[in-house]
């Protein structure tokens, strides 16, 4: 079965580094996805990796191993606007984006 | 800017109501979905569609069916609404195509509770 497993929640502290794990199981893979959803918000786009490496976006970055079926994102100087969910998905060999339930950053002062 | 709407925020129905929940997206894309999103469970595809009057059965369609009359308008129907379907259901569209990267844009999601 296709599956994407990342934490269901963590901590970190305003001006800290945090990284959000994603683990992924698809048949065949054609990309992830990183979205960030505040809370009673939609989700919107953050990143997208479909190479092995790292795409840095401002504070955000966001890496791939598609060897180790393995992402993370990766938020540099965490400002309290940063809490929120994040949604780990990933394209299957047909298109279809299969999602993660995603993990929620809580950001302390 | 992409802009999806959802008819509603918050929805209020009783068991055995038949529910309509309507999304319209403004920039003619040809992808649009219907998702319900729990705790725990992450975002789940009820259906989708890829062309007017055209549609397709996500992972969770029990109990729901759509319609596709317009391009920019995808409705999601309740045809008899029970409890178990109290949840956030968002909308989202997205350009035909795989180059596009920034794949699905999200409407602000309808919390329907089903009492």
């Known amino acids: 079965g296709q599956n994407i497993d990342q934490p269901t929640e963590m901590t970190a502290t305003e001006g800290a580094i945090v990284q959000i794990n994603c683990t992924y199981q698809t048949s065949g893979f054609n990309g992830l996805f990183w979205y960030q959803q505040h809370a009673g918000e939609a989700p919107t786009f953050l990143s997208y990796?479909?190479l092995d490496g790292l795409e840095e976006k401002g504070r955000f970055s966001s890496f791939l191993s598609r060897s180790k079926g393995y992402s993370y994102l990766l938020l540099k100087e965490l400002q309290m606007k940063d809490s929120a969910s994040y949604l780990c998905?990933?394209?299957?060999?047909?298109?279809?984006?299969?999602w993660g339930a995603g993990t929620k950053l809580i950001i302390k002062p | 800017d992409v802009k999806v709407t959802q008819s509603s925020r918050y929805l209020v129905k009783r068991t055995g109501e038949k529910v309509f929940l309507e999304c319209v997206q403004d920039m003619d894309h040809e992808n649009m979905f219907w998702y319900r999103q729990d705790p725990g469970l992450g975002l789940r595809l009820i259906y989708f569609?890829?062309?007017?009057?055209?549609?397709e059965k996500g992972d969770i369609p029990e109990g729901y069916s759509v319609s596709r009359e317009k391009k920019e308008r995808f409705s999601l129907i309740l045809e008899s609404a029970s409890t178990n379907q109290t949840s956030m259901y968002l909308c989202a569209s997205s350009p035909q195509g795989i180059t596009s990267t920034d794949t699905q844009y999200f409407g602000p999601g309808t919390r329907l509770t089903v009492l």
């Open positions: 569609s890829y062309d007017v009057k055209m549609k």
């Open positions: 998905a990933a394209w299957d060999s047909n298109y279809q984006l299969i």
């Open positions: 990796n479909v």
